[in-house]
Nanobody, 122 residues
Framework: QVQLVESGGGLVQTGGSLRLFCAAS????????MYWFRQAPGKEREFVAR????????NYADSVKGRFTISRDNANYAVYLQMNSLKPEDTAVYYC???????????????WGQGTQVTVSS
């Protein structure tokens, strides 16, 4: 089992940047695929990005490709989401998630953090 805690959210203007941080604890972090999802008010949760166990493979939703970068530091049990060129439609609660077997944009990972709010003002 792994525990996840997100931080780094906040209020930013259109075009600005934020870096989200997910701290993991518990079982060996490097055994997990890591994800970021988001959920905007009144909308379903959606996949944002994922990164493989050794951080050589990443994948992104089309809506964030070229603007967001996911990375991980296995030695320090951390995952990051660098968000650049933010738009009002990026406003959502962002969740860090982990799974030891599922590797897909359509996965529902086993473990989730509590979320961090990102608000982009126009």
């Amino acid at each position: 089992q792994v525990q996840l805690v997100e931080s780094g959210g906040g209020l930013v203007q259109t075009g600005g940047s934020l870096r989200l941080f997910c701290a993991a604890s518990g079982r060996t972090f490097s055994s997990y695929y890591m994800y970021w999802f988001r959920q905007a008010p009144g909308k379903e949760r959606e996949f944002v990005a994922r990164i493989s166990r050794n951080p050589s493979i990443t994948n992104y939703a089309d809506s964030v490709k070229g603007r967001f970068t996911i990375s991980r530091d296995n030695a320090n049990y951390a995952v990051y989401l660098q968000m650049n060129s933010l738009k009002p439609e990026d406003t959502a609660v962002y969740y860090c998630a982990a799974d030891d077997s599922s590797w897909s944009d359509y996965a529902t990972p086993k473990y989730w953090g509590q979320g961090t709010q990102v608000t982009v003002s126009s």
